[in-house]
């Protein structure tokens, strides 16, 4: 035991100052990170600050709009029952419909009334197509076994298109699988590969989409909003209208390190200088950046000028090093990346009406239906009412999308790109033979069109070092997260690929002893091979 004397000769304690954690982007990966740097690292709520270019919170996880103008939304994220990193965020998360309940419990008690049973999931000529039969000729089953079996780095830069014979395009499979994930023929072999085996246990439903599991409302209010609420309660500051525009990063001896953060807010030019042990978290690209609107008689322009923030940081820091990946592999093609997607918010039942029947399914159970035949290859979906989580009761919402917006329409010959959301709403219902509707639908809807020049990015053929590893090499304090960060074997487009870039990112650069998420591999159990090898086989 010390004496007295010598405990007054002790030098005293060092004031250890504070942990600050920076995040750029206020998307569901930066939520996520800043959720666990509370919940996993003890970081104090006022010590995180999340940069945000925009004036709205959420990123590619928006929905906005009220009934008079219209509603919208960019996209919706579907989930499934392994999705264990999105369930572990959303178990500390209260529900925005109950306060006494999480997130998660909100979800999974929604699915098990809301369960997806899909009775018309491709149509063609007006009719639903027999999708018990997923159309593979034997070449086509022997092609995707072998890609599954192919290693990564054998594939590359390869295409779909490059591994599979032209028949494979034209299975009801095909069509199935890439209205669902987003896929093109022109796509990644190697990002399809990963859905493949990702998604291995959802072979056996795929017509039916039983396997689906989606959020009671809109993935903004459901999620984004009380993860938002949840950190502002405990002091997380949100800066809107603020761009990072630069990090300083010093690279000495194989070690990087983050000195200086730049960013513009209010016109003005602002820097941050890091302490040692500050942390930076990098959501670097947007699938999202640069989307224009279109209305019912207006079409949305085709924005290329990059704008985006979140580009524009990526491109300067991978100009630092290699190790920082390479931007313009996912940007450089957008007539390959490209989509558009349509809101529609009506003031009657009367679409809802004629799909319910047409499809045997009620709004909420019916899943996805593809327009097979259509030339922009449309799919709409109905959720279930209200989609919004203030939507008033006599308003309606449904959404669509088209994959191939350059094309020209079957009965509205032009390119959906060029199309008003009139148009589009002409097109869908011819399709679906709904014509005598027509007059009362268009006079009964408000359509907002989104035209998204990266929406799947993320997709475009790569090489392994073009995606930076969320903590790249001898890096002290930065972290990539979101869709444009490489997490092995995982999928990109989803909610659970940024949520699981954003525990990878804090727990590895706190060096916090516990586990990412365990992840899913259904290609190791036999059962999951079985039953995914008789649907392969199914006629």
Known sequence: MCSASLVSRLDPPKQVAPRNAYLVGTGIAALAAAAYLVKEGGLSGPNIVLFEQMELFGGSLDAHGNPKDGYVMRGGRMFEERFNCTYDLLSFIPSIADPMKSAKDELMEFHQEFFWNDRARLVSGGQIVDVSDLGFRERDRLDLIA????????????????????????????????????????????????????????????????????????????????????????????????????????????????????????????????????????????????????????????????????????????????????????????????????????????????????????????????????????????NRQPHFYEQPKNVLVWWGYGLFPDQPGNFVHKPMSECTGREILIELLSHLRFTESIPHILDTSRVITAMMPYITAQFMPRVRTDRPKVIPKGSRNLAFIGQFCEIPDDVVFTVEYSVRAAQTAVFGLLDIQRPVSPFYKGQHDPRVLFDAWKTLHRH
């Open 147 to 382: 890609l599954c079996a192919t290693p990564e780095s054998v594939l590359d830069i390869r295409t779909i298109q490059d591994w599979f014979e032209p028949h494979f395009f034209r299975s009801n499979f095909w069509f199935i699988w890439s209205t669902t994930f987003a896929f093109a023929p022109w796509h990644s072999a190697i990002e399809f590969k990963r859905y493949c085996l990702r998604f291995l246990h959802l072979f056996s439903t795929i017509d039916t989409m039983a396997g689906i599991y989606r959020t009671q409302f809109n993935q903004f209010d459901a999620m984004v909003r009380p993860i938002v609420a949840w950190l502002k309660a405990r002091g997380v500051r949100l800066e809107m209208g603020a761009e990072v525009t630069d990090i300083d990063v010093v690279i000495e001896g194989g070690q990087k390190t983050a000195t200086r953060l730049h960013y513009r807010q209010g016109g003005e030019d602002r820097v941050i200088d890091l302490a040692e042990q500050d942390l930076v978290f990098v959501t670097n690209g947007s699938m999202t950046s640069d989307t224009s609107y279109g209305s019912m008689d207006t079409v949305p322009a085709l924005n290329t000028t990059r704008n985006g923030g979140s580009w524009e940081l990526w491109e300067r820091l991978a100009v630092k090093s290699p190790d920082f990946g390479c931007p313009a592999v996912f940007v450089s093609r957008i007539d390959q990346s490209k989509w558009e997607s349509f809101t529609v918010t009506a003031d009657d039942s009367s679409f809802f009406d004629r799909l319910e029947a047409f499809s045997g399914s009620r709004a909420g159970k019916g899943g996805l239906v593809t327009i097979k035949d259509s030339n922009w290859l449309l799919t709409v979906v109905l």
